[in-house]
């Protein structure tokens, strides 16, 4: 027998660890076992929307505890003569490892299942949100926005999956009533709905029970049915139930709610059998919008375990100073289960129930936390939650000085451009500090996003030397952009050089352009480019090259409209949806005003002159290469920064900051504070068990 770790007689959270492992060793448990079957689709063999083997954890199920099993087909075209349902069988032992399959720790289980098809899902989970989907749980990975939401994109991959759950929820087994050819999203049809045979599980849990929890998603649903677990041995049935589905995204294409969701189902109670079957209750749909309803029955998993998995944990959020929050988790295993919070691995006095708060937080309050669970077969602990109330300073090395001599700073982060300390052309120009960019690394500067930079008018300048783009019969390569949005109804603008060496102004995606009438981009001479602009359309938006007005015209269009703050500016390479080329040549003395210059002050400008220090917000000479610097990162976004020279203050608040805001070494000592914040009651999961 095993010897049993011995316990500190002053910590009581390992002293009941000990105690437990010693009990399951009394009971003769060789070794706790966690089982996820996973039932994925062959859409076609359209790698896009197969499902899968799963890559991470999910669930709290390590990725070699996941069974993928053989794929479903849809019964789409790719299966014409498709009549359905669709049996499959496998078997799983210890020496399985192909496939998609993994060993088991012992034993040997034999599955059989059965639907009359397999699908693709649309539901990405409780939680991981990727970028540019919605911005909060619950996520989908395409289909028809929540309603009054934000619309998410639709899915095209190859996209990197941001969870393991998502990776499950992405395949299920169809029921009956929704289901696929020849049916639709309005098909009353009656064919059998989804069943699934398990034998061998006591080889698999020689001397212990199980329990049983659900996984499943569904392209159609408004609400999933309960399903039944049977011991086929005793002839028992126990009903669990999917308690808190998420708002689904409704498709629209049918008269009751059509929509992409999913969840967990609750546990089922202790079983003790070889033969286990699952089945779905009967799926309906009938009535409209209003009236109506669609209950699916579908399943995507199966986990099966002794020993204790946190199948929800605690969901992240932001908290910021007088917040208060609520945490959720949920967990299967043979009961009684134990529940432990800790911060920072320590356990919480008196934090022993399934959920956690903290009211009113304080910096007391940062830290990570988790929650603990232990049965007589095991422990598991959830993912951590991270609270945060501080401001973060991270350092950074490669920090481009802003020298507005005004103002507060508004630096740039170098990815990959080389400084050059001096630059001289065949005219005999010479740009002392310059900015090198090579689309061979794709470089680029970006500066962080900020309310000054969204005024209604303003001057952008630039000095550029360049022989064209690297690519003459392709689009425009990028200079200067603060676009966002999609193709056609962005906003903000981009200043880009033409293959033909003549520079644009792009309003937006799709507002209109302005193209300059010289080629300053083709010679590979230093040439200064000055562009004007107006948001709300009473001033031409026009060009000016080396303190001249542009021959090209000017453009008169209507009001245009500025992205969010937060949107960064981007020097060389552009991180929009519009294929712009990376740009292929040098910069220097990046300016941006906050209003319309005159001819008069930009040709002074072209000599060198600042020109109006009040309406410069930002200059970028590269006077200096890229060095250290500190980026200023906060969690609260309605608060304000504020800046003093001594620790007591008077602060006043930096105009415009925005988290992260970089901060370049100084001869004197600058100290920072946010304020403002409106405290929040936050309910980290909604959608708890």
């Not at 065949?426 to 962080?448: D, E, H, K, P």
């Not at 209604?456 to 425009?476: E, H, K, Q």
Request: with cysteine; net charge negative.
């Amino acid at each position: 027998m095993k010897r049993s770790r011995s316990c500190s007689s002053n910590n009581r959270a390992r002293k009941v660890a000990c105690t437990v492992s010693a009990a399951a060793l009394m009971l003769g448990v060789s070794e706790a076992a966690t089982v996820g079957l996973y039932f994925r689709v062959n859409y076609c063999a359209d790698t896009r929307y197969n499902g899968a083997p799963v890559t991470m954890t999910a669930f709290g199920v390590a990725t070699n505890q996941w069974q993928n099993l053989t794929p479903m087909d849809t019964g789409y075209g790719c299966t014409p003569n498709w009549t359905g349902p669709y049996t499959l069988s496998q078997v799983i032992n210890t020496t399985t490892s192909t496939d998609g399959l993994n060993p088991l720790p012992n034993g040997l289980l034999s599955i059989t299942w059965s639907a009359n098809s397999a699908n693709f899902g649309g539901f990405a989970g409780y939680g991981g949100a990727y970028a540019g989907y919605n911005a909060g749980p619950p996520h989908y990975s395409y289909g028809a926005p929540l309603p009054g939401g934000p619309p998410p994109p639709f899915y095209t991959p190859p996209l990197p999956y941001p969870t393991g759950e998502w990776e499950v929820y992405n395949s299920f087994l169809r029921d009956g009533v929704n289901f696929g050819p020849p049916g639709g999203p309005d098909n009353t049809g009656n064919q059998p709905g989804y069943s699934v045979d398990i034998t061998g599980l006591k080889s698999l849990f020689t001397n212990t029970p199980f329990v049983v929890q659900l996984v499943a998603s569904s392209d159609s649903m408004q609400y999933l049915t309960n399903a039944f677990i049977i011991d086929a041995t005793a002839n028992t049935t126990q009903s669990v139930v999917y308690p808190s589905t998420p708002p689904v995204a409704d498709v629209n294409d049918a008269s009751w709610i059509r929509g992409h969701g999913g969840g967990l189902s609750t546990a089922s109670g202790s079983l003790n059998t070889d033969h286990l079957k699952i089945i779905g209750n009967r799926a309906a749909h009938a009535g409209d919008k209003v009236t109506g309803y669609n209950f699916a029955s579908t399943i995507s998993a199966a986990i099966i375990t002794d020993k204790p998995v946190v199948t929800m944990s605690p969901q992240p959020v932001l908290v910021c100073g007088g917040d208060s929050v609520t945490w959720s988790g949920f967990a299967v295993g043979v009961p009684p289960l134990s529940y432990q919070w800790r911060k920072n691995g320590v356990p919480i006095p008196g934090a022993t129930t399934t959920t956690y708060g903290l009211t009113h937080v304080t910096v007391a309050d940062v830290g990570s936390y988790d929650l603990w669970v232990t049965n007589l077969y095991g422990s598991a602990v959830s993912a951590p939650a991270v609270v945060g109330d501080k401001i973060t300073t991270p350092p950074v090395g490669n920090l481009v000085v802003d020298s507005n001599p005004k103002g507060p700073q508004h630096n740039g982060i170098n990815h990959g451009a080389v400084w050059m300390a001096s630059s001289t052309d065949g005219g005999g120009i010479t740009r002392t500090g310059v900015m090198s960019f090579s689309t061979n690394s794709s470089t680029q500067i970006t500066v962080a996003g900020e309310t000054n930079f969204n005024s209604a008018s303003g001057t952008i300048m630039f000095w550029m030397r360049s022989s064209g783009v690297a690519n003459p019969v392709g689009n425009p390569a990028t200079v200067l952009d603060r676009l966002s949005g999609t193709l056609g109804t962005g906003s903000g603008l981009a200043i880009v050089q033409v293959p033909d060496g003549t520079m644009r102004l792009q309003l937006g995606f799709g507002l209109g352009s302005l193209s300059t009438a010289a080629t300053p981009g083709a010679d590979n001479h230093w040439h200064q480019v000055a562009v004007v602009f107006d948001t709300t359309g009473n001033t031409a938006d026009m060009f000016y090259i080396d303190g001249l007005p542009d021959l090209g015209g000017s453009l008169t269009t209507s009001a245009w409209s500025w992205p969010v703050p937060s949107q960064e500016i981007e020097l060389g390479l552009s991180h929009d949806t519009i294929s712009y080329q990376p740009y292929n040549g040098l910069l220097d003395d990046v300016r941006y005003y906050s209003r319309v210059l005159n001819a008069a002050e930009i040709a002074l400008a072209y000599t060198g002159s600042l020109v109006d220090t009040n309406a410069l917000l930002m200059q970028l000479n590269f006077t200096a290469a890229p060095g250290t610097g500190i980026n200023l990162t906060w969690q609260c976004t309605d608060a304000v920064l504020q800046s003093a020279d001594v620790v007591t203050g008077p602060y006043s608040d930096v105009p415009g900051a925005v988290s992260p805001y970089s901060v370049s070494p100084q001869g004197a000592a600058k100290f920072y504070r946010y304020h403002g914040h409106t405290p929040q009651v936050i309910n980290a999961n909604p959608y708890f068990m």
